[in-house]
């Protein structure tokens, strides 16, 4: 399966932005994130570990990716910074050589088990105290809305539970956030100025898990 995401992301890595974050709805994903990334101030050095084309490269100090196409586009963009092609599962980095690490949307398109072998990876790359931020789909919401999906695009939930059974040893939970609530970018735009402070106060609310995506901060013990 691996095989078919690296390949899927080199094929369309020179539309990649475009597709996906220059319409309302990914205007409004990223906006949130970043909301989320300015309120965390993650420590340097920080690595993005599936960078991508390079989205929130100016929180990181360096970026790692599967895809060289996908880093083509990320060099171009941040030539200033540096890149380093790798499998997320076995970096190239010594143990705790950054104070945090980010995530962004990889963990839902990864089988549990190699999301979970990730974090161990992570885990060895961080000091004691160090920050793990990532994101994946809310398996509250995904239950209670009976939401599945066709294959791996988008296919691996989890929850806090889960979470927490598998890494109550090595990490601690220190905090997590919801993204997206309603379909505030499918709205018209009168409405959605409405919706949009509602849906950002339930994002922080005791409702957050129900969000579409949970946003987590783990911290190394
Ligand atoms: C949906 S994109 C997200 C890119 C970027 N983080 C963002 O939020 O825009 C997923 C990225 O993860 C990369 N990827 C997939 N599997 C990976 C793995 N095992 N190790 C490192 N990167 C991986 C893909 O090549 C792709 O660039």
């Known amino acids: 399966m691996q095989q078919e995401i690296t390949q899927y992301y080199t094929d369309i890595a020179d539309e990649y932005d475009k597709s996906r974050f220059s319409h309302t709805y990914g205007q409004y994903i990223h906006a949130q994130e970043l909301r989320i990334f300015n309120k965390q101030k993650l420590s340097l050095p920080c690595l993005s570990l599936g960078c991508g084309t390079g989205r929130m490269m100016e929180f990181a100090s360096i970026g790692a990716d599967i895809s060289e196409a996908m880093l083509k586009v990320a060099k171009y963009k941040y030539p200033h910074k540096e890149f380093i092609c790798c499998d997320a ?84 939970i220190k905090s997590y956030t919801g993204v997206l609530f309603f379909p505030v970018h499918r709205l018209p735009a009168w409405l959605s100025r409405i919706v949009l402070p509602i849906d950002n106060w339930l994002c922080k609310s005791f409702l957050r898990k129900y969000a579409s995506y949970l946003m987590v901060v783990l911290e190394k013990k």
């Open 89 to 172: 599962i076995q970096t190239p980095f010594s143990p705790a050589s950054f104070q945090s690490v980010f995530c962004l949307h990889l963990f839902m398109h990864l089988e549990v088990n190699k999301g979970i072998n990730i974090i161990k990876e992570i885990h060895r790359i961080l000091p004691k105290g160090g920050l793990f931020l990532f994101d994946f789909p809310s398996s509250y919401r995904r239950n209670f809305l009976k939401q599945s999906s066709k294959n791996w695009h988008a296919a691996t939930h989890y929850s806090l539970e889960f979470l927490q059974e598998k890494l109550s040893s090595e990490w601690q």
